[in-house]
């Protein structure tokens, strides 16, 4: 069967760059919330990895375009700066570890400017590699993940299918941390609904606080049609939060989250308010801009539900 290329689905921070799909779909797909929830893992062939990759160097070297060479490649191509990869999709750390090994030596060889290399990964996935192989992949330019903690409300966390405990979460992020790896956790906003919402965001604070990551990126829940909490939504058994209780939600998590170093941000394009920072200097700054707001209690300070994406 050949490969589905999956839509570009990416973290704000990657915008500049190259987007290498590893996998498409989730081997974790039971979060039901999530647009992946019941994708079938397709493994992409290590081979076919390598064409995209020679293409890509071939492009970048001498400007050439080949005829086989999906035109996704040269669109990503146009321009990229040739320094950051993002390797697709929901969990491309799932990839074999040879293989991926394989994958990630490839790339420096055929493309020596590469600074950073990042992806998704879940903290099963994480904690199935040893440290001596998470260091092997820092080694090779892989220098960030992109982990869901979602929410530090275990009940909540078991509710919505993510298959892993907080506790298992601040596991993977102290491994990921200790092989020298950057971990950018990420939390959503709304994601237990009115009912959940203030355990949701003292939980999620105190769990972010023992992490003490290094970055950490809310994005505000969308309901996606064909998901488990759509379907419960439609039944009426699901009451999402509005937009100015997730801006309250971001501020009771910033309010009672502390660490010692953390860009901390809601710059995706999911929320209704776009709030960053360095915690802890920036603190108070960011809970003032979020009061004001609050305060205000002006909708055409928020972001426009049509111009919110996932
Ligand atoms: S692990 Fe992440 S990508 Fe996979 S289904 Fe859950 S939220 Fe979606």
Same mark, same amino acid.
């Given at each position: 069967?050949?490969?589905?290329?999956?839509?570009?689905?990416?973290?704000?921070?990657?915008?500049?760059?190259?987007?290498?799909?590893?996998?498409?779909?989730? *081997?974790?797909?039971?979060?039901?919330?999530?647009?992946?929830?019941?994708?079938?893992?397709?493994?992409?062939?290590?081979?076919?990895?390598? *064409?995209?990759?020679?293409?890509?160097?071939?492009?970048?070297?001498?400007?050439?375009?080949?005829?086989?060479?999906?035109?996704?490649?040269?669109?990503?191509?146009?321009?990229?700066?040739?320094?950051?990869?993002?390797?697709?999709?929901?969990?491309?750390?799932?990839?074999?570890?040879?293989?991926?090994?394989?994958?990630?030596?490839?790339?420096?060889?055929?493309?020596?400017?590469?600074?950073?290399?990042?992806?998704?990964?879940?903290?099963?996935?994480?904690?199935?590699?040893?440290?001596?192989?998470?260091?092997?992949?820092?080694?090779?330019?892989?220098?960030?993940?992109?982990?869901?903690?979602?929410?530090?409300?275990?009940?909540?966390?078991?509710?919505?299918?993510?298959?892993?405990?907080?506790?298992?979460?601040?596991?993977?992020?102290?491994?990921?941390?200790?092989?020298?790896?950057?971990?950018?956790?990420?939390?959503?906003?709304?994601?237990?609904?009115?009912?959940?919402?203030?355990?949701?965001?003292?939980?999620?604070?105190?769990?972010?606080?023992?992490?003490?990551?290094?970055?950490?990126?809310?994005?505000?829940?969308?309901?996606?049609?064909?998901?488990?909490?759509?379907?419960?939504?439609?039944?009426?058994?699901?009451?999402?939060?509005?937009?100015?209780? *997730?801006?309250?939600?971001?501020?009771?998590?910033?309010?009672?989250?502390?660490?010692?170093?953390?860009?901390?941000?809601?710059?995706?394009?999911?929320?209704?308010?776009?709030?960053?920072?360095?915690?802890?200097?920036?603190?108070?700054?960011?809970?003032?801009?979020?009061?004001?707001?609050?305060?205000?209690?002006?909708?055409?300070?928020?972001?426009?539900?049509?111009?919110?994406?996932?």
């Amino acid at each position: 069967m050949s490969f589905n290329r999956p839509d570009i689905i990416r973290p704000p921070s990657e915008w500049k760059s190259y987007f290498l799909p590893l996998t498409s779909g989730c *081997s974790n797909n039971t979060c039901t919330f999530c647009g992946y929830y019941g994708s079938k893992l397709q493994v992409r062939d290590v081979e076919d990895i390598k *064409s995209e990759i020679d293409a890509l160097a071939l492009f970048k070297r001498r400007d050439l375009r080949l005829h086989n060479v999906s035109d996704v490649v040269y669109a990503v191509a146009q321009g990229w700066e040739g320094k950051r990869i993002f390797l697709q999709d929901g969990d491309a750390l799932v990839y074999p570890f040879p293989k991926l090994k394989e994958v990630l030596q490839y790339l420096n060889e055929k493309l020596t400017g590469i600074e950073r290399i990042g992806t998704y990964a879940t903290p099963q996935d994480i904690l199935q590699r040893s440290l001596d192989e998470l260091k092997e992949l820092r080694r090779l330019k892989m220098s960030i993940f992109y982990t869901g903690l979602e929410t530090g409300d275990d009940e909540l966390l078991q509710k919505i299918g993510k298959g892993v405990r907080s506790d298992q979460v601040i596991e993977a992020g102290e491994k990921v941390k200790e092989a020298g790896i950057t971990f950018s956790a990420t939390v959503i906003l709304g994601i237990g609904g009115v009912e959940g919402s203030k355990k949701h965001a003292l939980k999620t604070a105190e769990v972010l606080t023992k992490m003490d990551t290094d970055y950490v990126g809310a994005l505000t829940l969308t309901l996606v049609p064909g998901t488990p909490l759509y379907e419960q939504w439609v039944r009426n058994e699901f009451q999402p939060i509005s937009p100015v209780q *997730s801006l309250e939600e971001l501020k009771v998590i910033i309010e009672n989250s502390s660490f010692t170093d953390c860009f901390f941000s809601s710059m995706h394009a999911s929320n209704y308010l776009s709030v960053r920072g360095k915690l802890p200097q920036d603190k108070d700054r960011m809970l003032r801009e979020l009061e004001k707001v609050l305060a205000a209690g002006d909708p055409s300070l928020l972001r426009p539900e049509l111009l919110r994406g996932l």
